[in-house]
């Protein structure tokens, strides 16, 4: 059984008067342990689809199913428990809490499902910290970091709860080419080791040849699913 499984999907926005199609009819399996791209221009569905694999939207129409249960049509409440026990996400924003330090940024969402003790809480997010290449700058806050140290930050957050699936969205566009590398083989390192599942959605060749699998999307539409021969 495949663990996301998407049919048929279509989402339309509404602005003004007129209606906007992003997904036109998007079919996509993604499997336990996959490092998939979704790649396409601008404009061409892939925040979109993003976000609907991570219950961020809801589509116009169409099946989601996780583990064979179907999301689409689920309570606001089963959908938040959803996230928190499955999903996690890195956004090329960053999104860290600027008064926190490093340690209570991947802290942080230990904290908020209040998942394990205070000092399990603690070896958790350090040991993830490592993970990234960040020992030593635990109490570093982010305006005292590089933009791709705020970026491993973000990956360790992520990661620290032991996320099945891992929706990255543009994680490497604000970074220069050998971040980029770096980061990209922190998360091929956690998906090798750990089986955490990640899906991307990028423009940068840098993550696309790490991938296994790429889905390239145009108009909303998946053109092309492919086995990377990397």
Do not use: W
């Amino acid at each position: 059984m495949a663990l996301l499984e998407m049919k048929d999907i279509h989402k339309s926005y509404r602005k003004g008067t007129q209606t906007i199609p992003a997904l036109r009819g998007v079919d996509l399996t993604i499997d336990r342990g996959e490092f998939l791209c979704v790649v396409g221009p601008s404009g061409s569905g892939k925040t979109t689809l993003l976000n609907i694999v991570g219950c961020l939207d809801v589509p116009s129409s169409g099946s989601v199913r996780y583990e064979g249960v179907e999301l689409v049509g689920m309570s606001e409440t089963d959908l938040a428990a959803y996230r928190r026990d499955n999903i996690a996400f890195i956004f090329q924003s960053y999104n860290l809490i600027p008064v926190l330090t490093v340690l209570e940024n991947v802290e942080l969402p230990l904290v908020i499902e209040k998942k394990y003790g205070p000092r399990e809480r603690l070896e958790r997010a350090k040991e993830m910290i490592e993970l990234v290449g960040l020992g030593g700058m635990e109490e570093r806050r982010p305006n005292e970091l590089s933009g791709g140290q705020e970026q491993r930050v973000a990956i360790a957050r992520a990661l620290v709860k032991e996320p099945l699936v891992v929706l990255a969205d543009e994680p490497t566009a604000n970074l220069d080419s050998d971040t980029s590398e770096e980061i990209v083989s922190v998360m091929e390192r956690m998906n090798r080791e750990r089986r955490t599942t990640f899906v991307f959605s990028t423009h940068d060749p840098l993550v696309v040849k790490h991938a296994q699998r790429v889905a390239t999307i145009r108009d909303g539409r998946i053109f092309s699913d492919e086995r990377n021969p990397r």
